[in-house]
């Protein structure tokens, strides 16, 4: 069975991408909306990860719709659920019959709700594996130091390829950098540099 | 690392013990009050799939408060739920580290509230992981075909070892076989007969 990975090079996709190794033929997805090339971290992470990587670049509309939602919200929980919740419906109208996301139990970045979940699959017949929903932080972490080294930092000092990264451009781009500090609050970010085997 | 799951010889709980074996050393806990042999199946079962068994002996006042609660409930629910959560507690304050279960996200079967799960990960200092939280019932159903031969049948026709089987048994020898259909609804059950390599 194949399942396509939303993946953006961070401890947690890249914890999943391992947890489904040995049951799936697992492809590594990063989306962009073509404005940088984030992705290419992302790329670099899978190759060394020893994954398949697909880029895919998503319609300008829903970049547009979450900018909009974020100016609207001033903070970005909205916005990025609902490029995620796309990105997951992009995946599936173009054929996945599995989709998987790396997001945890106690997340706080945002997740499908149950009831997105459930109509997604409802309507087109796919499946959405979300691996990690299982797990808690503390046995992702122990999980992530035995098997990755990883690099923390802030999110604008990190290059990583989440959604997060082209938004915070396209704010930058278009209403300056202290609009990016306004909107997304400090947090820390992470990626992966090597798989330990 | 080594995690103890929870385990009946039913298809969940057995796709959970394959889910986890790449990573953690496995160990299979089937819990019996001391009432039935009903362990013995999941006992086959765990060596067939290739696993370590133990069988642990719950405190015989958590059968009886869970009694009480099914009579005064009329329905099975919150009793199972109450020995499930207690087996957690009883693996976790007898050493256990790392404590799995084979709840799925959209289960009928009791489960762990969040604040539960959170109240032991804290309390104890242990992790609870649920590998099929992030799984709806077509995506395991797929891997359960991939991976196993399985039996289905009405839960009262089949061999083996949930809290149900011993909570059936001890109703049936206090009330009688009338009481038994009275308190639990029909539903099937499945136990694992073959892992298919």
Redesign the interface.
Known sequence: ?RVSLLYSGGKDSSLCA??LE??FEVELVTCTFGLTEAWRTAQRAAIMLGFAHRVVTLPRDILDECVSMLLDDGFPHNAIKFVHFKAVEHLIKNGAK?VADGTR??DRVPKLT?AE??SL?YKYGS??????????K??VM??VR?YFEIEENESDMIDKADYETEIRHVIRERYGTEKVRELFPHHTQSRVILRKR
């Not at 499946?127 to 808690?136: A, D, K, Q, T, V």
């Open positions: 069975m391992l947890l040995p049951f599995l139990l106690n149950y979940l459930q699959e499946c959405i594996i979300r691996p990690l929903m299982g797990y808690s503390p046995s122990a999980l035995r």
